[in-house]
């Protein structure tokens, strides 16, 4: 959905190493759902974030919403291969009036070890 | 708990044929989603059920897709006919929101999907 946008779209980086994946909405984010994807599998959910300014971490992953509410990020620090896989960003735009995610196009992420 | 259940994992078939796909949402969800995914795209919602109601099917292709939720709980989504352009993954998840308007958390599960491939 182009109200949605991910950059990269894709990534290659070394064991490792820190990387952030961006997620970009035309519209105010009042929720902002993260999830992971492996190939031929469903989707994950990975962190939730509703609040300007708000972050969370799990494990070596962490996520941010910016006080505007329209960009998030995710940043895994000292990446593993078991971080590999596509990352998408879902977002509620309603505002709480219905429960659609629009998600975004992901972002495939390679590790080498 | 269990998962959302979706069956099968793989069909082939060939175009013009018909298919469908089963999906068994977690226990209690009232919400049930069903999702197309082609290659390189993000999930692309097809149709949403609350309970047993259909909420939002406008990206639904009617003249071909036809999806129904039983005693608001399995759900089957089927294609009849299939064009080359239906191959894609079909997702299915479920949710129990909760909180309201700009407290809403409403963190859907997904299924493994299912992998079709029209030829």
């Known amino acids: 959905s182009q109200e949605l946008e991910q950059s990269p779209q894709s990534l290659i980086v070394q064991e490792g190493k820190n990387l952030t994946i961006n997620c970009t909405s035309s519209k105010t984010l009042y929720g902002l759902y993260w999830y992971k994807q492996k190939y031929g599998e469903g989707l994950i959910f990975l962190m939730m974030l509703q609040k300007g300014g708000e972050e969370k971490s799990h494990e070596k992953i962490t996520a941010k919403l910016d006080e505007k509410k329209q960009q998030s990020s995710l940043h895994i620090t000292a990446s593993q291969p078991s971080h590999a896989g596509i990352y998408l960003c879902g977002a509620d735009h309603s505002g709480g009036s219905n429960y659609k995610l629009t998600f975004g196009k992901g972002t495939l992420l390679t590790v080498n070890p | 708990e269990a998962g959302v259940a979706q069956s099968p994992r793989y069909k082939i078939i060939e175009k013009r044929q018909s298919v469908a796909f089963w999906c068994n949402p977690i226990s209690g969800h009232a919400t049930l989603y069903w999702y197309q995914q082609i290659l390189g795209q993000g999930p692309k919602l097809l149709i949403q059920?609350?309970?047993?109601?259909?909420?939002?099917d406008s990206q639904l292709p009617k003249d071909r897709f036809s999806a129904e939720r039983l005693k608001g709980v399995d759900s089957t989504l089927k294609i009849q006919p299939a064009k080359l352009e239906d191959s894609a993954v079909y997702l299915c998840?479920?949710?129990?929101?909760?909180?309201?308007?700009?407290?809403?958390?409403?963190?859907?599960?997904f299924g493994a999907g299912t992998r079709l491939s029209v030829l």
């Open positions: 998840a479920s949710s129990l929101p909760a909180g309201q308007g700009l407290a809403l958390v409403n963190i859907q599960y």
């Open positions: 059920f609350q309970n047993n109601g259909v909420v939002d």
